[in-house]
């Protein structure tokens, strides 16, 4: 999939290992697992297929409508959203299939908490 981010700091961030192990520790390397994984699929669909299945790609609700959450390593978590347009199934709902391209938008603690 094509990824972009939310802004510069973000793209550093997410493409410079000695960055994430300096603000991550060592969680830097189960983060960079789930970015490879994000830019080698080729759509959304695929992450919620064995074996990205594990990542737990989930759709958030209320402030966060329309944002997607992957699992990195507990407590962390990537959001990202599809890029524009965003497919939509006739029947409603995105049609992840189609989702080719998504903006990283940042690495959080898990909300659930």
């Known amino acids: 999939m094509r990824v ?3 802004n510069k700091k973000m793209e550093k961030l997410a493409k410079d290992p000695r960055e994430l192990r300096r603000v991550f520790g060592e969680n830097e390397r189960s983060i960079r ?3 490879d994984t994000l830019r080698a699929v080729p759509n959304l669909a695929e992450l919620f297929e064995p074996p990205f ?3 737990r790609c989930h759709l958030l609700h209320n402030d966060k409508k329309g944002t997607y959450s992957l699992d990195v390593k507990d407590p962390y978590r990537l ?3 599809p890029k524009e347009p965003v497919p939509i199934k006739s029947a409603g709902g995105i049609d992840v299939t189609k989702v080719e391209a998504v903006c990283v938008l940042e690495l959080a603690i898990d909300t659930h908490r």
Request: overall charge positive.
């Open 53 to 55: 299945r594990r990542f």
């Open 33 to 35: 697992k789930c970015l």
């Open 4 to 6: 972009t981010y939310k």
């Open 79 to 81: 959001l990202f959203t």
